[in-house]
């Protein structure tokens, strides 16, 4: 099993930055790929981004490209997603999850295996 608690959430205005953590742990050797996802009120569950550990690969919604980051520390078994120029319409619960190897596409949610509990970003205009 692998667990995972995200972190750094909170309400920010437009234009501002967060930078959201998850912490894995357990067994994470066997899991070759984090993701954050979100979930705004009545929609559904939507990718955002996803990385490998050794972050050699990494993908993006076209709707946060060029303003979130998202990086992985091995040695931390910690991956973050660093938001800048937060936009209302980014509003939403955001969960962290662990992809194995052999799950395809990384934009897909069911190619992921564990999921934390998620943490809300609100973003006022």
């Known amino acids: 099993q692998v667990q995972l608690v995200e972190s750094g959430g909170g309400l920010v205005q437009a234009g501002d930055s967060l930078r959201l953590s998850c912490a894995a742990s357990?067994?994470?050797?066997?899991?070759?790929?984090m993701g954050w996802f979100r979930q705004a009120p009545g929609k559904e569950r939507e990718f955002v981004a996803a990385?490998?550990?050794?972050?050699?690969?990494?993908y993006y919604a076209d709707s946060v490209k060029g303003r979130f980051t998202i990086l992985a520390d091995r040695a931390k078994n910690t991956v973050h997603l660093q938001m800048t120029s937060l936009k209302p319409e980014d509003t939403a619960v955001y969960y962290c999850?662990?992809?194995?190897?052999?799950?395809?596409?990384?934009?897909?949610?069911?190619?992921?295996?564990?999921w934390g509990q998620g943490t809300q970003v609100t973003v006022s205009s």
């Open positions: 999850a662990a992809k194995p190897y052999y799950q395809t596409p990384w934009t897909r949610r069911e190619s992921y295996m564990y």
């Open positions: 990385i490998s550990w050794s972050g050699g690969t990494a």
């Open positions: 357990g067994r994470t050797s066997s899991t070759y790929a």
